[in-house]
Structure formats: C-alpha cells, structure tokens
C-alpha cells in the first residue's frame, strides 16, 4: 500500500542526512512548527531536508562543513528566513519582537548569519542562506531608496565570507567576495525600512551568487521557470539552479531537476533520488 509523505518522515530523514543537528531538527518552538507543524503543502519541511542534504552531500564531496554557534545556543532561529527583520507598519500589531522570547537583536544577527558555512576541498567558501540574503537586500535596498524586493530563492549559495559583531544594540557586519567587500551597520530595532546606520560597498555584485535552490511539493513548469527567471535577474544570471519538486513536471530554465515521490514514501528510494540530484548540484562548485 502507498504512503503519502508527512512531515514527520522527513524529520526523521534528517536525522540520518545530519546527526549532528539532532538539537536544531527536534527544537519545538514557533518558529519549528512552521516546518514541522503546518503540513507537507506549504513546502518549509522540503525545503529544510534539502538543506540538510546539501550538507550532507557535500562532506561527502570533501567539503568541510561549519554552523554558526548562534544555532545551537537559539536553535529556533536556524528555521528564520534569512531576512532582516522588520515591522510591517500597515499592520497594526505586527511585529518582530511579539509571541515569543527571543530577542530582537539575536533575531537581527540570525538574519545575518549563514545556516551553514562549506569550505571546497581547494578551499574555496561558500555560505548558505535560506529564504533571502540579507547582505543583497541590504545593498539593494541602498539603491532604491529602502524597498524591499520579494523574490527570495529557497536557498542560495555564495562564494563568499562574512563576519558579524553583536554590541549594544548595533550589528557590524563585513561581507567579502572576489576581493571586493560590503561592510556596514544596522541598529536592531524594529520599523518598516531597514535601519542603516552605516554602509559601504567597494564593488561587489551579484556575481557572488553561485547556486540557487528551489524547493516545491507541486509548482508547475511554468511558475517555477518565471520564478527562477526572476531570481536571476536579481542574483546572478550565470547561477546554477535546481528544482526540487514533488510534482513531476519538465522546466526546460533549471540546470538540474528533481521529481520526488510524495504520494509512495519509500525512505531508500526518497534519499536516494534526492541524494543524486544534490550531488550532480554540488559538484559544479568544486
């Protein structure tokens, strides 16, 4: 008899793609039930194990692997998006700093940070975000006058190495790419626009950006290709992409695709799959 994937399943694939995250992958808090509590259609859950298994593959590879200390001392900020925060002033009411206890400013360095930090075997960095990347959208944002852009990649890959400091309610955060660098900081409070205190750019581009990841249980060809159009536009043009889909539909813009099985869950068969597509991804970054 077939089995219909849940969410549950997943998290306990993740397990064996990243034991040492055990304390990250069994946090239960608001922010976790957004992956784990919601049901396998809003696709967070898909998203996180395709995560995982890009770590997972890429110690296989020869990578060496690092997560940033905040995570295992707040694991409820490794499932944020990598957006700084923000009010949403249209709404009264909404705010960053409301329903649960962790701080603002923890939120706002967590934003900042990489879920994870790959060093190549020819020791080359690349930093994973999920769900944005702040450092684009802060550099965005400088020349447009403070609007946000919302296309935000699942997630993405960069060659790149960044350094962020916590002191007295400000962040100081020095990003580094081919040579050039973006460096700046931004006062942790919450409002509608980003809160720039300081800003430098010495030429880096979105040409940084080496690898986008997007993550569906059933987006069709053609949203998934005017998507990742759009992410291109915005990131970098030359950026490998993939597709991780539950839906078994062929896009003719992503470099790599793959189908998974939603409605037959066969654990060997899910990792495996899964497993092979990630692997010919990261193989173009070594």
């Not at 996180?48 to 940033?68: C, Q, V, Y």
């Not at 597709?243 to 470099?255: E, M, S």
Request: net charge neutral; charged share 15%.
């Amino acid at each position: 008899m077939s089995k219909m994937i849940t969410t549950e399943d997943l998290r306990e694939l993740s397990i064996t793609f990243c034991p040492e995250l055990e304390y990250i992958i069994y946090n239960n808090s608001l922010e976790s039930i957004s992956t784990w509590g919601k049901g396998l259609q809003t696709g967070k859950s898909i998203e996180f194990i395709t995560l995982l298994s890009i770590l997972h593959n890429a110690k296989r590879l020869g990578f060496s692997i690092e997560i940033p200390q905040i995570f295992f001392e707040e694991p409820a900020l490794f499932y944020q998006r990598n957006v700084i925060p923000y009010h949403h002033g249209a709404q009264a009411g909404h705010s960053n700093s409301i329903r649960d206890n962790i701080p603002l400013n923890l939120k706002f360095l967590a934003s900042l940070t990489p879920k994870a930090i790959l060093k190549s075997p020819d020791n080359r960095t690349f930093l994973v975000f999920r769900e944005g990347h702040p450092i684009h959208l802060v550099d965005y944002a400088t020349k447009n006058r403070g609007q946000f852009y919302f296309e935000r990649p699942d997630i993405v890959l960069c060659e790149a190495q960044i350094i962020n400091t916590l002191a007295q309610g400000v962040i100081n955060f020095h990003y580094i790419s081919c040579g050039k660098e973006i460096s700046g900081s931004l006062k942790t409070i919450n409002q509608p626009t980003i809160p720039l205190i300081t800003y430098n750019n010495t030429g880096v581009t979105t040409e940084f950006t080496a690898g986008i990841v997007e993550c569906s249980v059933g987006k069709n060809s053609s949203n998934a290709d005017t998507q990742l159009l759009s992410y291109k536009k915005i990131f970098n043009s030359n950026a490998t992409s993939i597709l991780v889909n539950g839906k078994k539909d062929i896009t003719n813009h992503y470099d790599i695709q793959i189908t998974l099985d939603l409605n037959n869950f066969r654990p060997e068969s899910f990792t495996s799959i899964l497993n092979s597509g990630v692997l010919t991804f990261l193989k173009n970054f070594i």
